[in-house]
């Protein structure tokens, strides 16, 4: 677990903000007909553009600058220049860059035209839980509150947490210590550390939150994670430092 200084901070806000300012430009852009590759595209000029370098692109094989996953696909889905957008689609849209060496990280569920009031109520119960969590990147809390309350919250709507990936630590490095589960220890496995929260360490939360069941299951071109009973699935996610003076998200738009 690495705590970070004030100026490492900085650099990680400035590389948050690219990484918001341009979720906010792909939440415009996707509407029906758009490929998943257009979006793609659009996320690497606007990075490149920004003096940032891609966080995915090349990252363990990742082929593209964005995560992009449709309906039942929880997250990790491949753009591809044959895969167009519909009305009623949700998409997730899941995001990273790295300036001076500091990552940012975020991601949001987003509809495509109109969407049912199902759907609605999936991306709201998802955002609700990853707030939920947020509340709890206090310096007297640990690890295992966070997934507690991400996890009362989405299980209070009637839906599940994906259990198979989790939030975690990020700096220097995309994915660093702690691991952050979005839900409880009393589902942990036995001797998994449960640290407690200090002020400079800085959080990935990222609640993946489904209308089924929790099982996921990962398709044959290795990345892309979809609900095994086919259930639609929202992703959202915050880079979060911990403060003396409570939770600084630093993904705000």
Not at 30 to 42: M, N, R
Request: contains cysteine.
């Amino acid at each position: 677990m690495i705590s970070k200084s004030w100026r490492e901070l900085q650099s990680m806000h400035r590389a948050c903000t690219i990484v918001v300012e341009t979720l906010e430009v792909l939440a415009q852009a996707a509407v029906a007909g758009t490929t998943t590759k257009d979006l793609d595209t659009l996320s690497r000029e606007r990075i490149v553009k920004a003096g940032a370098k891609p966080a995915f692109l090349g990252y363990r094989g990742y082929p593209a600058t964005l995560c992009i996953s449709l309906n039942n696909e929880v997250v990790h889905g491949i753009p591809s220049g044959k895969r167009k957008l519909k009305d009623g689609d949700i998409v997730s849209l899941d995001l990273g860059c790295i300036v001076d060496g500091f990552y940012g990280d975020a991601a949001r569920t987003v509809g495509v035209g109109t969407i049912g009031t199902d759907a609605q109520r999936l991306l709201k119960a998802t955002e609700e839980s990853l707030h939920a969590g947020i509340a709890q990147c206090v310096a007297t809390k640990r690890v295992g509150d966070i997934g507690a309350a991400v996890q009362g919250v989405a299980e209070g709507y009637g839906y599940s947490v994906v259990r198979e990936f989790v939030g975690h630590g990020i700096g220097t490095s995309l994915h660093e210590d702690p691991q952050v589960p979005n839900y409880g220890p009393s589902l942990w496995s036995r001797g998994q550390p449960n640290p407690r929260l200090r002020a400079g360490m800085v959080l990935a939360i990222e609640p993946m939150v489904t209308a089924g069941r929790p099982a996921s299951r990962v398709l044959r071109d290795g990345w892309t994670v979809v609900t095994a009973d086919g259930s639609r699935a929202a992703h959202f996610e915050h880079t979060v430092a911990v403060t003396d003076s409570g939770p600084e998200v630093l993904t705000l738009p």
